[in-house]
T-cell receptor, first 110, second 116 residues
């Protein structure tokens, strides 16, 4: 089976940088993905890492270390609209099936 | 594109009644996923289809749940009989199947189900 761990809640100040960590245990691993979900909304795709290293997309970056079974999502220049839940998810086979973590609720304060 | 379409958006029913949730995936996508989200259990994959064929239904809670995909543009998730513990938000998502390449899942707006 698969298990993922991420913090349940993170609070940060507008304009700051925040890092949300994710550790996983899986039988087979293809990649790590991140999704954002605002309250009352649907999850939306942020990033996907198949190889070790950092992927940058605007203010958001995602990192993966396959040897450590670890990844993180880095959010820079935080804005109030970044307040949402962030889910890491592992892909463990061909196709696009994902197993989601329990999510991290990010609160951005003034 | 209209995105993934789900109906109804809200459903309130009484215990023992049959509930049918509907999903229209994005045109051209050939993978479809049904998820359930609750505070206690998070976002759980119930079942997914490739090319209208169920590939993995290991997440379906019990025999009361069934899912079909009669064609590439329509899928249903049925609960019969419904129970209060089925209350949750049910999401449908679709993607373009990729074996070596990962293609993101696009989620619908969800159906909020309340079973009284």
């Amino acid at each position: 089976g698969q298990s993922l761990e991420q913090p349940s809640e993170v609070t940060a100040v507008e304009g700051a940088i925040v890092q949300i960590n994710c550790t996983y245990q899986t039988s087979g691993f293809y990649g790590l993905s991140w999704y954002q979900q605002h309250d009352g909304g649907a999850p939306t795709f942020l990033s996907y890492n198949a190889l070790d290293g950092l992927e940058e997309t605007g203010r958001f970056s995602s990192f993966l270390s396959r040897s450590d079974s670890y990844g993180y999502l880095l959010l820079q220049e935080l804005q109030m609209k970044d307040s949402a839940s962030y889910f890491c998810a592992v892909r463990t086979g061909g196709g696009n099936k994902l197993t989601f973590g329990t999510g991290t609720q990010l609160k951005v304060e003034l | 594109d209209a995105g993934v379409i789900q109906s109804p958006r809200h459903e309130v029913t009484e215990m023992g009644q049959e509930v049918t949730l509907r999903c229209k995936p994005i045109s051209g996508h050939n993978s479809l996923f049904w998820y359930r989200q609750t505070m206690m259990r998070g976002l759980e994959l119930l079942i997914y289809f490739n090319n209208n064929v169920p590939i993995d239904d290991s997440g379906m809670p019990e025999d009361r749940f069934s899912a079909k995909m009669p064609n590439a543009s329509f899928s249903t998730l049925k609960i019969q009989p419904s129970e209060p513990r089925d209350s949750a938000v049910y999401f449908c998502a679709s993607s373009q199947f990729g074996d070596r390449v990962y293609n993101e899942q696009f989620f619908g707006p969800g159906t909020r189900l309340t079973v009284l």
